[in-house]
């Protein structure tokens, strides 16, 4: 199993970014997804999850300017980050979790930092 992330990188307050997260080795459109973000020294925090079904939930913190979506043909996930903001600099993680068991795996993290 796979989680390769990618769409990090040094952006400007206010500049967007796509976060991706191509996976392999797993029957996609089964699992859940999510995006967390850590911040050295602090505990990982969910940022958007989104059920095999497209349901949505999103942290106080990422309500408006964050998006997440999925591909199940590419089995990819996707985080569209607008506005982005000097807080929001964290390594952002992908996760699965399998509907059907208590399968889970995680992404190696992609570096995102707000800087100007």
């Known amino acids: 199993v796979q989680l390769v992330e990618s769409g990090g990188g040094l952006v400007q307050p206010g500049e967007s970014l796509r976060l991706s997260c191509a996976t392999s080795?797993?029957?996609?459109?089964?699992?859940?997804t999510g995006w967390y973000r850590q911040v050295l020294g602090k505990q990982r925090e969910l940022v958007a999850r989104m059920d095999s079904g497209g349901t949505t939930d999103y942290a106080d913190s990422a309500k408006g300017r964050f998006t997440i979506s999925r591909d199940n043909g590419k089995k990819t996930v996707y985080l569209q980050i607008d506005s982005l903001k000097p807080e929001d600099t964290a390594v952002y993680y992908c996760n699965v979790r399998a509907v059907y068991s208590s399968l889970e795996y995680w992404g190696q993290g992609t570096q995102v930092t707000v800087s100007s």
């Open positions: 080795g797993i029957v996609f459109s089964f699992y859940h």
